[in-house]
């Protein structure tokens, strides 16, 4: 999976890359440096060789697409330049941007900074809206919407998405006596997030103390707030999160559920919370696509096919990538070619059977590699048509340029706080003088 360094950082750049339905955790292919030296060029076949700066395990090579590629287009070469981790990735993509130097023929950018890139590097890409063969339809409105600029050019097109699930082990809502029926069990807490916690309530009562009902409080805040139509910036561009009654009003519900031993004291994606999945620790968690690929790999033999999916109380979205063309590449046209295609509808839904990645392609849903989808920890659950359903009603939310700065303080100098004594008023403060001093670097 792709590695990363603690809280919001972490979990946006893991995300792709144990992003893995059958196979388990995808080893990244590590490169951290070299990305200079790999300009694109023709080698000595007399074949143009496209070049694609990508960061973590993004897939499209392990999931066979670049050799159908080559065998569909014979004189295109194929070779991705990989940085293991988004946070040594992206200061370097923008180094390369802002120099206009050093650059790929294609560029991966991710979520979490793809609105960054739109208001400050937006000239340095080819407007992918007028590549051949690109329709706006073929994106979910507010994945397109993400990687395009007032004046209406599209910097990069859609690769996966995030959209949230609550994935829960089966056996241990039943020892706690909640329902296992997972139309029952969304039921418990449909449209509302409070009625999650009152779930969690239940779960403690029935189930006592040797398990948690939920992984740990950054996932839950994260979740929460993945589900708001505007959380940390307003469409303007202000930063909003300390009067944003949305921003509060989700970390005092996660202040609260760890007040009350819901949630694990853990962070996401640390060796310790590794091994809570390995030992079955925690009943629930905030679950897009790929962190299927996690449970699997972190779980022990006997968990696979206790797992199953509900529909969280509000559909919010975690994860996501763009590719985007740099003008200054050696093989403009043909890296247009190439996106376009990778990013169409069929090749999405290969790559969400390969790999996990969920496709922001709504045409994907009704593909076989979709409809048919399953996965070894969740046994016959209809994934792809869960995920298809939760994918349908993520809201279009505001994405600012410094999200991950504040969502990391929310979680690694907030919630966090509250699982280990503090109140949370005084874990609420930390956060806001961590992140505000973070804003000003």
Not at 150 to 168: R, S, V
Not at 310 to 324: R, V
């Amino acid at each position: 999976m792709r590695a990363a360094r603690r809280g919001s950082a972490r979990r946006v750049v893991v995300m792709a890359a144990i992003a893995s339905l059958g196979a388990g955790l995808l080893a990244g292919c590590a490169d951290d440096g070299n990305d200079e030296d790999s300009s694109s060029s023709g080698d000595s076949s007399g074949k143009t060789t496209i070049t694609l700066g990508l960061f973590g395990t993004m897939g499209f090579k392990e999931a066979g697409l670049y050799d159908e590629y080559e065998k569909l287009n014979p004189d295109i070469n194929i070779e991705e330049n990989v940085t293991e981790r988004n946070e040594n990735y992206y200061p370097a993509l923008v180094n390369h941007l802002t120099t206009n130097s050093g650059l790929q023929d294609v560029q991966a950018i991710e979520v979490g900074n793809i609105a960054e890139v739109v208001a400050t590097q937006a000239d340095k890409f080819e407007d992918m809206s007028k590549a051949a063969g690109v329709q706006k339809a073929n994106w979910l409105d507010w994945k397109w919407q993400q990687a395009t600029t007032k004046d209406g050019a599209t910097i990069g097109l859609g690769t996966d998405i995030g959209p949230m699930a609550i994935c829960y082990r089966k056996d241990l809502f039943e020892k706690a006596g909640l329902p296992t029926d997972r139309e029952e069990v969304s039921k418990l807490w449909a449209g509302d997030w409070n009625k999650f916690i009152e779930a969690g309530e239940k779960y403690k009562k029935g189930a006592g103390k040797d398990t948690y009902f939920m992984d740990s409080p950054g996932g839950l805040i994260n979740a929460i707030l993945s589900s708001e139509d505007e959380k940390f910036y307003d469409a303007s561009g202000k930063v909003i999160y300390k009067t944003n009654p949305a921003v509060k009003d989700a970390f005092d519900l996660t202040a609260e559920a760890a007040e009350k031993g819901l949630v694990q004291s853990q962070t996401q994606f640390q060796p310790a919370w590794d091994q809570t999945i390995s030992n079955s620790l925690f009943a629930t968690v905030a679950c897009p696509p790929w962190m299927l690929g996690t449970i699997k790999a972190k779980s022990q033999p006997d968990s696979a096919g206790k797992w199953d999916v509900a529909q969280a109380p509000k559909a919010g979205n975690w994860g996501g990538t763009f590719l985007g063309v740099p003008k200054s590449g050696k093989h403009v046209k043909e890296a247009q070619k190439l996106v376009t295609w990778l990013t169409a509808p069929e090749q999405q839904a290969k790559l969400f059977s390969k790999m996990g990645s969920f496709p922001s392609a709504p045409a994907a849903y009704k593909l076989p590699q979709v409809t048919g989808g399953k996965n070894d920890m969740t046994g016959d659950a209809p994934i792809g048509e869960l995920f298809a359903k939760a994918a349908e009603q993520i809201p279009t939310q505001v994405i600012g340029p410094k999200d991950q700065i504040v969502q990391q303080g929310l979680t690694d100098n907030g919630v966090i706080l509250v699982t280990q004594g503090k109140s949370a008023e005084d874990a609420w403060d930390n956060a806001v003088k961590t992140i505000d001093n973070n804003l000003e670097k």
